[in-house]
């Protein structure tokens, strides 16, 4: 899971996005940084959980995706709120710009697919 800890002390460019983003296997996020927690009542409301947004590889027709993701492979379908649970946290797009997951992001697909929006 991505977080990102709103402290302004934790930046990681300052005058630029707020905060620090950090990755968390549990729900109870711990700031690497201040120690800002989740389980705290106060600190906690320093962090807020972001969405992943996996890499959607294009196929030959223009505007169709695989509907996989590129970096587990899994159909990007069991996030559509249409089908599933309602879920805020994971999305797949087509566009590299939009891509936040690291994985994806480490993939030939989507370093094919940024090099040549450049
Ligand atoms: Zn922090
Ligand atoms: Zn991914």
């Known amino acids: 899971m991505m977080w990102r800890c709103l402290n302004p002390e934790c930046a990681d460019n300052p005058g630029g ?15 690497p940084k201040c120690g800002a927690s989740r389980a705290h009542p106060r600190t906690g409301q320093l962090l807020v959980r972001l969405a992943t947004i996996h890499f959607d590889p294009p196929t030959k027709f223009k505007g169709i995706g695989e509907n996989r993701r590129a970096c587990d ?20 797009t087509g566009d590299p710009g939009s ?3 690291r994985e994806c992001k480490q993939t030939d697909k989507f370093k ?3 090099a040549a929006g450049e």
Do not use: Q, Y
């Open 17 to 31: 996005n707020a905060g620090h983003e950090f990755d968390s296997e549990t729900l109870m996020a711990v700031c």
């Open 73 to 92: 492979g899994k159909s990007v379908l069991i996030d559509d709120p249409l089908k599933a649970g309602l879920d805020h946290f994971h999305g797949a």
């Open 99 to 101: 891509v936040t997951c």
């Open 112 to 114: 094919a697919a940024a």
